[in-house]
Nanobody, 114 residues
Framework: QVQLVESGGGLVQAGGSLRLSCAASGLTFSTTVMNWYRQAPGKQRELVAQTSSGGTTYYANSVKGRFTISRDNAKNTLYLQMNSLKPEDTAMYYC????????WGQGTQVTVSS
């Protein structure tokens, strides 16, 4: 079955950086649209960034220019490089795979202190 395992979250000061990783298994990673979502307490889950199988990317306006999504198809791994982090980036970050249905990882917490 599809498994997505995130890692790399943590506590960082405003202005700092983190890199999230998502190890995928049980799917043909290279042909799968992959996403990073986040959900802050009391808020809806939102799409942060997306990468297609062909490498086309999408970013939410709130992270454009600060976050970079990338994928290593040889390692079946998705990344999110987050720079210039702000307190409002604090959230649980989820990896998600579009395979008809959407498959979710368990999430990794990112906390940005001011």
């Amino acid at each position: 079955q599809v498994q997505l395992v995130e890692s790399g979250g943590g506590l960082v000061q405003a202005g700092g950086s983190l890199r999230l990783s998502c190890a995928a298994s049980g799917l043909t990673f290279s042909t799968t649209v992959m996403n990073w979502y986040r959900q802050a307490p009391g808020k809806q889950r939102e799409l942060v960034a997306q990468t297609s199988s062909g490498g086309t990317t999408y970013y939410a306006n709130s992270v454009k220019g600060r976050f970079t999504i990338s994928r290593d198809n040889a390692k079946n791994t998705l990344y999110l490089q987050m720079n210039s982090l702000k307190p409002e980036d604090t959230a649980m970050y989820y990896c998600a795979a579009n395979r008809g249905a959407i498959y979710w990882g368990q999430g990794t917490q990112v906390t940005v202190s001011s």
